[in-house]
């Protein structure tokens, strides 16, 4: 067995014996417990990607992805709970080593969680929207402004805030900053929605004339924006492989409990108009993960086709899980409503996923525009 195979057993080990018997109260309002992240922690999930020398696991993209994947087969929003804490200390570590030497220890033993915020209640898809405003002053920066739907703020001790620097009013004028949400002038707030998932720890926070050091800008307008567009690349592709999971999982689950219920004298599966709803999702599972392989291994290997598709891969994955998972639940009856299935989790996590990194119609505008580039007028 390899490093990579050895690391991903274990964390299937974990996410069978730890995080599925935990998950089930999260659909219900729980949060998950700190041992859990501490348990998260020893496996290394916290700095997956960051270099051996700097704590992490040095392991790539790839190995990220097929993480993601494992405990999203089990649970969505603990899995993105740990992995969006991991791309702070990543970002950190790549762009701030100050304040990654501060911040590091807590991030990766799972002591404090962190968060990437950019959207805002009047900024979603359109980014470049944003009106948090970092104002520059002799001894750092001001930081004021309202961020919403961000994973980890309920409960994060970090966060990387996006924001416009100066009076400048568009992308280019967007920065990034570290921002301490334990620093005066931070009130956090829940995002309750119809769908509980307690584990995403979604919420946000209002920025009321924040201080910050010179050091907290780690990404200065002009390439913050460009930057954000790159890592969410990434995001889009794990994100596809979470989907993929989940409706793998579901697919397998529903499976075995066709083996064992039996109606008119025989198991489900017998019946040949039950099974192929398995066998329809089962073929179309097949087709979105190998889309979602290509956007993994173009991401990964830094393939100039990345960026499209990892767009497509997210909306065929996000789809093909709409798609099935209804049905999927559908077909173990009553049965099939219980937490313990994790059906009910999945069929939430999959209209969560929809959003995160990227909203579909905008994904698919994306890859009409890199496919047939727009053509712009020109000057005789
Ligand atoms: C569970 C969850 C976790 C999240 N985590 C984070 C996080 O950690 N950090 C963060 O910064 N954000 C996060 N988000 C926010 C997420 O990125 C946004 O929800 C997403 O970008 C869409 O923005 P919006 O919800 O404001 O929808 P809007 O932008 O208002 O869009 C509304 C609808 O209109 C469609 N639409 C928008 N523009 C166009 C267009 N040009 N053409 C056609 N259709 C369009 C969209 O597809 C969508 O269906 C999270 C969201 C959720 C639900």
Same mark, same amino acid.
Request: glycine share 8%; aromatic share 6%; charged share 15%.
């Given at each position: 067995?390899?490093?990579?195979?050895?690391?991903?057993?274990?964390?299937?080990?974990?996410?069978?014996?730890?995080?599925?018997?935990? =998950?089930?109260?999260?659909?219900?309002?729980?949060?998950?417990?700190? %041992?859990?992240?501490?348990?998260?922690? %020893?496996?290394?999930?916290?700095?997956?990607?960051?270099?051996? *020398?700097?704590?992490?696991?040095?392991?790539?993209?790839?190995?990220?992805?097929?993480?993601?994947?494992?405990?999203? =087969?089990?649970?969505?929003?603990?899995?993105?709970?740990?992995?969006?804490?991991?791309?702070?200390?990543?970002?950190?570590?790549?762009? =701030?080593?100050?304040?990654?030497?501060?911040?590091?220890?807590?991030?990766?033993?799972?002591?404090?969680?962190?968060?990437?915020?950019?959207?805002?209640?009047?900024?979603?898809?359109?980014?470049?929207?944003?009106?948090?405003?970092?104002?520059?002053?002799?001894?750092?920066?001001?930081?004021?402004?309202?961020?919403?739907?961000?994973?980890?703020?309920?409960?994060?001790?970090?966060?990387?805030?996006?924001?416009?620097?100066? @009076?400048?009013?568009?992308?280019?004028?967007?920065?990034?900053?570290?921002?301490?949400?334990?620093?005066?002038?931070?009130?956090?707030?829940?995002?309750?929605?119809?769908?509980?998932?307690?584990? $995403?720890?979604?919420?946000?926070?209002?920025?009321?004339?924040?201080?910050?050091?010179?050091?907290?800008?780690?990404?200065?307008?002009?390439?913050?924006?460009?930057?954000?567009?790159?890592?969410?690349?990434?995001?889009?592709?794990?994100?596809?492989?979470?989907?993929? =999971?989940?409706?793998?999982?579901?697919?397998?689950?529903?499976?075995?409990?066709?083996?064992?219920?039996?109606?008119?004298?025989?198991?489900?599966?017998?019946?040949?108009?039950? /099974?192929?709803?398995?066998?329809?999702?089962? @073929?179309?599972? *097949?087709?979105?993960?190998? $889309?979602?392989?290509?956007?993994?291994?173009?991401?990964?290997?830094? %393939?100039?086709?990345?960026?499209?598709?990892?767009?497509?891969?997210?909306?065929?994955?996000?789809?093909?899980?709409?798609?099935?998972?209804? *049905?999927?639940?559908?077909?173990?009856?009553?049965?099939?409503?219980?937490?313990?299935?994790?059906?009910?989790?999945?069929?939430?996590?999959?209209?969560?996923?929809?959003?995160?990194?990227?909203?579909?119609?905008?994904?698919?505008?994306?890859?009409?525009?890199?496919?047939?580039?727009?053509? /712009?007028?020109?000057?005789?």
């Amino acid at each position: 067995m390899t490093a990579r195979a050895d690391h991903l057993a274990a964390v299937h080990r974990f996410a069978r014996t730890r995080l599925a018997p935990a =998950a089930e109260d999260w659909v219900q309002g729980d949060a998950p417990a700190p %041992d859990l992240f501490r348990a998260a922690a %020893d496996l290394g999930l916290f700095g997956i990607e960051l270099p051996v *020398a700097a704590g992490g696991l040095g392991f790539d993209f790839a190995h990220k992805a097929a993480v993601c994947a494992t405990l999203a =087969a089990v649970d969505f929003g603990f899995a993105m709970s740990v992995i969006n804490t991991q791309n702070a200390a990543l970002r950190l570590h790549l762009s =701030a080593p100050d304040l990654a030497a501060h911040y590091l220890p807590g991030l990766l033993s799972g002591q404090t969680a962190a968060c990437t915020a950019l959207t805002e209640p009047g900024a979603g898809t359109d980014v470049a929207a944003l009106q948090t405003r970092a104002t520059q002053m002799p001894d750092g920066w001001v930081i004021s402004g309202q961020k919403d739907w961000i994973i980890n703020a309920r409960h994060a001790g970090l966060s990387i805030v996006f924001a416009k620097c100066g @009076t400048g009013d568009d992308a280019a004028a967007i920065g990034a900053f570290a921002v301490d949400l334990t620093a005066p002038g931070v009130t956090r707030h829940g995002a309750d929605t119809g769908f509980d998932q307690t584990s $995403l720890g979604t919420g946000g926070f209002t920025l009321d004339a924040v201080k910050l050091p010179p050091e907290a800008l780690i990404l200065p307008a002009g390439t913050a924006f460009l930057s954000i567009l790159t890592e969410i690349n990434g995001a889009r592709s794990y994100v596809a492989a979470m989907c993929c =999971a989940m409706l793998n999982a579901s697919i397998a689950r529903v499976a075995t409990y066709g083996q064992t219920r039996h109606s008119f004298g025989k198991p489900l599966m017998d019946h040949q108009a039950w /099974r192929l709803t398995l066998a329809q999702a089962q @073929t179309d599972l *097949a087709a979105t993960q190998t $889309l979602t392989d290509r956007a993994v291994a173009a991401i990964t290997g830094d %393939d100039p086709k990345a960026q499209i598709l990892a767009a497509q891969a997210k909306v065929h994955a996000v789809q093909t899980a709409q798609r099935h998972l209804p *049905a999927l639940l559908h077909a173990m009856g009553a049965e099939g409503l219980r937490p313990a299935h994790g059906l009910t989790r999945h069929l939430a996590a999959v209209q969560s996923a929809a959003l995160t990194d990227g909203a579909i119609a905008p994904l698919l505008e994306r890859v009409a525009r890199l496919s047939w580039p727009v053509s /712009r007028p020109t000057k005789d």
